[in-house]
């Protein structure tokens, strides 16, 4: 078959498009001819490491995906779990690190949007949004922009979108310099029975395209998503999407009256690589072949090429396979909703992705094999150099301990986020029982009373010392946080952020790390449903900490009982589960106070974490436990802290000495808890029963946190460092 070509193939063509010479030539002898300019553009997206996630395929493959109540896993849209009564959880996390620090608002926004329609697109109502965000050094001078411009973005659509934004993390590390991350989560609820799929089915079915018009931006984004930054960062500028919030909600809207009619046998977001990949994958889920007309797609500039068209990640699209005889139907829905609906081509049984435009075929590949012939590599990798342990005695105590847990609440990665949360609307749709600040947003799904718990975490600081176990913490660290709100954890989506895997230490700390998830997710019984790998993450030979950022979803039988991470009430006894820690390895109070990082992150016993954190859930349902914070970054000593100022009240607690290695220690499966005397004897009997190591340590009350007689600070100033290193930081931007 031959198909005029009339620009010349170049090395230096194949080069801008992210293919090696070895890619290029497969692809060559895939289809027995020189490619087309289009078909050049449509292989370099579907074979990025974005998309076709060749470098990381064969280790995914490892992680635990199945559960009791997993209904989908990966490979489509998004995860979509069982949680009884005729409903799903339908949810999802992916990232838009590149073009969020080429351009912070637009790169947020489409990132937030894109994630919304992942959801939507297996015919869920978004609930919930969260965010993962990380940002180099507070010193560093393009930070403050970067937040800036992130915060605005990820409010600003999920505010206009109409979806509650319930929690997050935001972290600073002078890794992230050159390239900050923005993961961007989405949690929905839908019928058991109405999900979609994007797999194609029938011969001669019309595939539609729909939402708003294609454009230029976009084109070749999901290409610079699958590059390290260099010098020419800023040419990369015109690869960022733009996004319409108030375009998203119509098309949720068309979308889902739409999907109540029947009318759709498949559907497909059009995100990363835009049509080319929407269509090539419906086509080859459904083993069919794909031909598109292009002068029928809706388009809002003049003269597009075929090759641009392919290729724009313009926003707010979807593509479908319709019903034939209800599509007057359908066009209906989209026009009331005032969108682009527009047949652009159909199914046919020849499994070639054909293309025209202005009456020539200007591209004609072989469907099943672009996605299928995709390059996977087995890279290189060397087994990461873990950090050794670091004895306690080896850290000294600073001279006033309460100086240092003051530090710690006001320094830039403990100290409150809500000059961030605060721009987001976390109470719109009225369903947000806890909001961000605690350890797991809660929201009530529905009348029945049962509630959704959703967190994200990872520590990228234990994950550098030691993938393994800082993987198996990640993990550890989501179903701790949904446990001590009282959540059952159900199950995962993950955002593996790491450098260029080319470099075998790099690639060594992917796999540590993938074999740390996997490790944890199967003890935990906690599968992953759904997820995204972003690599790449790097500028020059700067790589970023591996960031692999979990989000858990749990469920809550009864949305009454659930657990808050601040003091009950006066008089009430503090209890401490899981022991007194012993390794400061990798602590904040060594990198914040003593400005040491080393040794070994703390080790994650992951039976412990199961029966504690089963004993917990427990508590909080069937005994009416109320107050429980998990201890992670900072040790007992922040957890104590946090709990304080979130009620206002002082404790009195003593611990063993040495009093810093008890406070600051970030030993893992512990919480704190408070309860009136009655209930802390009743607790303390439960976990003797089940073999839970408890503690009653102190009393809640007084002004003050007080610890024996090595410190005593009043809540007050430990609330003022907490409350004002944000808005301090930001020049008070929010008009706090």
């Known amino acids: 078959m031959t198909i005029p070509n009339a620009i010349p193939i170049t090395p230096e063509l194949i080069s801008e498009h992210g293919l090696t010479p070895d890619e290029y030539d497969r692809f060559v002898a895939l289809i027995g001819r020189e490619p087309t300019l289009t ?37 489509e849209n998004a995860g979509v779990v069982d949680i009884g009564d005729g409903k799903v959880v339908v949810f999802k996390m992916e990232s838009h690190n590149h073009p969020s620090y080429i351009e912070p608002y637009q790169g947020a926004t489409t990132g937030v949007g894109g994630i919304l329609r992942d959801v939507f697109t297996m015919g869920a109502r978004p609930i919930a949004a969260l965010n993962a965000l990380r940002f180099g050094s507070p010193e560093h001078p393009r930070t403050r922009h970067l937040v800036s411009g992130v915060v605005a973005g990820v409010g600003g659509y999920g505010n206009s979108f109409g979806v509650p934004t319930v929690g997050g993390e935001v972290e600073f ?84 009256e739409l999907m109540a009619t029947g009318a759709v046998i498949a559907i497909q977001d059009m995100g990363a690589a835009g049509l080319t990949c929407s269509a090539v994958e419906m086509g080859a889920k459904g083993d069919l072949g794909v031909r598109l007309d292009l002068d029928h797609v809706p388009v809002r500039e003049e003269a597009m090429s075929a090759y641009e068209m392919m290729l724009s990640e313009s926003q707010e699209r979807m593509l479908m396979v319709l019903k034939p005889e209800m599509r007057e139907q359908a066009e ?49 990798w060397g087994e990461p150099v873990v950090a050794a342990p670091l004895a306690a005695d080896a850290v000294p105590a600073v001279d006033d301990l309460g100086a240092a847990l003051l530090a710690l609440v006001g320094s ?38 049962k509630g959704l718990a959703m967190t994200v975490d990872v520590t990228p600081r234990y994950c550098a010392a030691d993938p393994f176990e800082g993987g198996k913490q990640a993990v550890a660290e989501a179903w701790r946080n949904l446990s001590a709100v009282g959540a ?81 009430a006066e ?23 003593l400005k040491r990082i080393e040794g070994a992150p703390p080790s994650v016993d992951l039976a412990l974490e199961r029966r504690n954190g089963n004993f917990v859930r427990r508590a909080i349902a069937e005994m009416g436990l109320s107050a429980c914070h998990d201890i992670s970054s900072g040790g007992l000593g922040l957890a104590l802290a946090e709990m304080a100022i979130a009620s206002g009240l002082g404790c009195s607690v003593s611990v063993p000495d040495p009093a810093h290695v008890a406070l600051f220690s970030e030993d893992q499966a512990r919480y704190v808890l408070s309860a009136p005397q009655a209930l802390a004897d009743r607790l303390a009997a439960a976990a003797s029963e089940a073999g839970v190591a408890i503690e009653e340590i102190g ?38």
């Open 571 to 593: 008089g009430d006894r503090i209890l401490l589960v899981g022991g007194h820690g012993t390794n400061l390895g990798q602590s904040i109070y060594l990198r914040d106070i």
């Open 488 to 568: 059952e954890p159900l199950a995962v989506t993950d955002n593996l952020n790491f450098g260029n895997p080319e470099r075998p230490e790099i690639m060594g700390q992917f796999v540590g790390c993938i074999k740390g998830i996997g490790a944890a997710c199967e003890a935990l019984a906690f599968p992953v449903v759904s997820g995204n790998v972003s690599l790449y993450n790097a500028t020059g030979d700067e790589a970023i900490l591996p960031t692999p950022t979990i989000g858990g979803v749990g469920l809550l039988a009864d949305i009454r009982r659930v657990a808050f991470s601040a003091f009950g």
């Open 39 to 75: 078909e050049l553009g449509i292989v370099s997206a579907m074979w990025n490491e974005h998309c076709s996630y060749k470098s990381s395929k064969k280790w995914l493959r490892t992680l635990p995906t199945k559960g009791p109540r997993v209904i989908q896993g990966p490979g």
């Open 332 to 380: 209906a829905v989209f026009r009331k909703w005032g969108l682009d609906f527009a047949v652009v081509g159909e199914t046919t049984d020849d499994l070639r992705f054909s293309i025209w435009h202005q009456g020539d075929e200007v591209a004609n590949l072989p469907i099943k094999d672009l996605g299928d012939e995709a390059p996977e590599y087995d890279r290189p």
């Open 699 to 736: 009393v809640v009350g007084g002004p003050d946190l007080t610890v024996g007689d090595t410190l005593s600070i009043s809540v007050a100033s430990l609330a003022q460092a907490h409350e004002s290193w944000f808005p301090t930081y930001m020049g008070d931007r929010s008009g706090n």
């Open 412 to 449: 830039p990665n403990q100290s409150s986020r809500r000059w961030v949360w605060e721009q987001y609307d976390h109470l719109i749709l009225g369903e947000t029982v806890e909001g961000p600040g605690g350890d797991a947003a809660v929201v009530q799904i529905d009348e029945s009373g």
């Open 173 to 256: 590390d002078p890794s992230y310099d050159g390239n900050c991350l923005v993961n961007a989560m989405a949690v929905g609820i839908a019928d058991a029975d109405k999900i979609f799929l994007s797999k194609a089915e029938g011969v001669g079915m019309p595939i539609v395209y729909l939402g708003s018009k294609t454009g230029r931006d976009g084109v070749g984004g999901a290409t610079m998503a699958s590059a390290a930054f260099d010098e020419t960062i800023e040419e990369k500028r015109p690869t960022v999407q733009v996004g319409d919030p108030f375009s998203e909600k119509l098309l949720l809207e068309a979308c889902l």
